[in-house]
DNA sequence: GTACGTGCAAACGTTTTGCAGCGGG
DNA sequence: CCCGCTGCAAAACGTTTGCACGTAC
């Protein structure tokens, strides 16, 4: 086996995963990719990738940060979840699931599939075909 | 019976619900409540509402429609939907209740009561307690 | 009369875009 | 080598705010 390249030995993964989306593999999508996929489901904001990712060596704009989240979500990788109404999410998780919202600090939190189940959903309207059903239950403090 | 101003005949009611809701009577505010409340549930944005007060002969500003629609939220008249991530949704439609989301033309439209029916819900994490069950169904054309 | 509402324009925070230069294929 | 990506700054967008004036109570 080859020796890894400085990036870390996640690399050559995430390096196919944009490969397989169609995308190049720049530094900054490598890095951005890692921090993403690189430790289970994560919810983020451009913000909080843009505040991780200037951590990195790397440096990395913010309209870089919003390029490549828009990419990742038009390419199937990321989801988009509208919670809220100052900023985006995505989320890592691609299946479909439904979410908490904790409105007191702006935070994701994801129902456990065998937590929750849905009953009677309608049919869409005439001339309409469901696109996704979301379900978002808001939380405050006790 | 006194003979009614020039706003209309709705004037009276519209007064005693800002009343009751402890906001001054305006012009402006007995318009906006004439054009929301006037005519049975509706979902409006700012820019749909300040659309339909311009029409009339009474000028508004857009900053008032906004703090009008704050201020009606915070009052208890209006619920807030958080749906597109570009703009606000107000829905006179006090109850809770669903929706579906047409994104092709960013239209809102009630889910019947009894068309949908919750299956098993999720409790609240410790240290929270369920604020709303938001139910988003996104249609795309068939 | 006075506290609150309104209108305007300017400020705001988030997101997008135009363009010159860099770098992956 | 070329086209797509990046970074920066500027623009765009919906929304909020500061302030002078007007008006409900």
Do not use: C, W
């Not at 490598?30 to 913000?47: I, K, Q």
């Not at 990712?53 to 979840?81: D, M, P, W």
Request: glycine content about 6%.
């Amino acid at each position: 086996m080859a020796i890894q390249p400085p990036t870390g030995q996640q690399s050559s993964v995430m390096r196919e995963k944009l490969q397989q989306a169609g995308l190049r593999t720049t530094k900054q999508r490598l890095m951005l990719a890692h921090l993403l996929f690189g430790s289970g489901n994560r919810h983020v904001t451009a913000e909080i990738l843009y505040a991780e990712a200037s951590k990195t060596g790397l440096g990395v704009s913010l309209a870089t940060i919003y390029n490549t989240l828009n990419q990742f979500h038009e390419a199937g990788l990321l989801r988009e979840v509208i919670i809220d109404q100052n900023r985006s999410y995505f989320d890592t998780n691609l299946h479909e699931h439904h979410h908490f919202f904790v409105e007191s600090d702006a935070r994701l939190i994801d129902i456990n599939e065998d937590e929750i189940s849905l009953g009677q959903m309608p049919d869409a309207p005439d001339g309409f075909q469901t696109d996704s059903i979301q379900v978002v239950i808001r939380l405050k403090d006790a």
